[in-house]
Nanobody, 121 residues
Framework: QVQLVESGGGLVQAGGSLRLSCAAS????????MGWFRQAPGKEREFVAS????????DYADSVQGRFTTSRDNAKNTVYLQMNSLKPEDTAVYYC??????????????WGQGTQVTVSS
C-alpha cells in the first residue's frame, strides 16, 4: 500500500551531522506511525526513533537520545531523521518504517530499501 524511499545517507566525519529523508507514495502516511531502524554489519536490525502522526509523540533509542531528532512534514508526505554529533558506532544501513495498526495485536509494517550512513573516526 505504501512505498518508502530513503535518501540522504553518505560519509561524514565523527562529530558531524546528516539528515535522512523518507518519502512515502501510494498512500498518505497520516494514519501510520513512522520509525527509523538501522542495521550494522554482523548485527540485528535495531530501533532508532519513531514518531506518532496522531499525537506527535517521539521515542528514541538510548544510544541516540539527545543527538537524533525525527520529524514529519504532512504536506510533503515525508519523515526526516536529523542526526547530530555522529559517532563511528552510528555506522549502519538506515531503514524507514511505516506501521499500520490493524487490530489489538496485529500490525502491517512497510519498509524502505535503506540508505548507508558511514561515520569515520
Amino acid at each position: 500500500q505504501v512505498q518508502l524511499v530513503e535518501s540522504g545517507g553518505g560519509l561524514v566525519q565523527a562529530g558531524g551531522s546528516l539528515r535522512l529523508s523518507c518519502a512515502a507514495s501510494g498512500r498518505t502516511i497520516s494514519n501510520y506511525a513512522m520509525g527509523w531502524f538501522r542495521q550494522a554489519p554482523g548485527k540485528e536490525r535495531e530501533f532508532v526513533a519513531s514518531i506518532s502522526w496522531s499525537g506527535g509523540r517521539t521515542d528514541y533509542a538510548d544510544s541516540v537520545q539527545g543527538r537524533f531528532t525525527t520529524s514529519r512534514d504532512n504536506a510533503k508526505n515525508t519523515v526526516y531523521l536529523q542526526m547530530n554529533s555522529l559517532k563511528p558506532e552510528d555506522t549502519a544501513v538506515y531503514y524507514c518504517n511505516a506501521r499500520l495498526v490493524t487490530g489489538w495485536n496485529s500490525v502491517n509494517d512497510y519498509w524502505g530499501q535503506g540508505t548507508q550512513v558511514t561515520v569515520s573516526s
